[in-house]
């Protein structure tokens, strides 16, 4: 069974940085790309970014560009986020997935395989 893991979520100060971390364990896995999404209480789950493994393109959501950095290991199937600038509309739990469906790089119906999620809290 395939299992994503994610660490490094935290309570940090507006303007303040965090780097978040997912990596596999259970079996191994391809995946077209790995991408990260976040969700807020009462709110649905948005894509904030996602790394192609075969162009090592990344994309980002438009209210993280120039501040969130998302990267990974292809071999290992583990990717990071860095986030810096944070702010208090950043928080929410935050998901890495892995993309095995084609389809739209940015919408959570194309990954097949979740995390449980890291929870983010920027406070004000």
């Known amino acids: 069974q395939v299992q994503l893991v994610e660490s490094g979520g935290g309570l940090v100060q507006a303007g303040g940085s965090l780097r978040v971390s997912c990596a596999p364990s259970?079996?191994?896995?391809?995946?077209?790309?790995m991408g990260w999404f976040r969700q807020a209480p009462g709110k649905e789950r948005e894509f904030v970014a996602a790394?192609?493994?075969?162009?090592?393109?990344?994309y980002y959501a438009d209210s993280v560009k120039g501040r969130f950095t998302i990267s990974g290991d292809n071999a290992k199937n583990t990717v990071y986020l860095q986030m810096n600038s944070l702010k208090p509309e950043d928080t929410g739990g935050y998901y890495c997935?892995?993309?095995?469906?084609?389809?739209?790089?940015?919408?959570?119906?194309?990954?097949?395989?979740w995390g449980q999620g890291t929870q983010v809290t920027v406070s004000s």
């Open positions: 997935a892995a993309k095995q469906i084609p389809g739209s790089i940015t919408s959570p119906t194309y990954y097949r395989y």
């Open positions: 259970g079996r191994t896995f391809w995946s077209y790309s």
């Open positions: 790394l192609s493994w075969n162009s090592s393109t990344t």
